[in-house]
């Protein structure tokens, strides 16, 4: 398995899904709790640079480990547990220190990494898996 390979998958898995659920998902959610302190646009400079370190860290992490065995159970929980650790930083350090973030909304995002980080890496596990088996 060539690690690309594997970051590419993940990568687009990751941003497929994220774009389904900012977009259009939970899009009036994030608008309705965050509306006066989000930013017209996103600068995405700095999107497109968490995105890449943040699949880059489930690759390594998660994704490469659990690939020479196929465990694709494990990848799922370690996933699960990489989301809730990198969302909750944000979420946390955000409504310790910005005044008006939601805590409801802190909650949920944790939750949403927690399930993106855990269907990553489920998915590019057992799609490579399948991939080197037949």
Request: proline share 4%.
């Amino acid at each position: 398995m060539k690690p690309t390979l594997a970051y590419g998958l993940a990568l687009v898995v990751f941003l497929v899904l994220d774009g389904l659920w900012l977009g259009y998902i939970a899009k009036d959610l994030y608008l309705s709790r965050m509306g006066p302190i989000m930013r017209e646009r996103p600068v995405v400079s700095v999107a497109a640079l968490f995105y890449m370190a943040y699949v880059a860290g489930l690759v390594y992490f998660v994704i490469a480990p659990a690939l020479p065995t196929g465990d694709w159970r494990g990848a799922a929980l370690n996933g699960a547990l990489f989301g809730f650790f990198a969302y909750l930083t944000y979420d946390a350090t955000a409504y310790a220190v910005i005044r008006g973030f939601d805590p409801v909304l802190a909650i949920i995002d944790v939750a949403w990494g927690s399930a993106l980080g855990a269907a990553a890496s489920t998915v590019t596990v057992l799609a490579l898996r399948t991939a080197q088996t037949t």
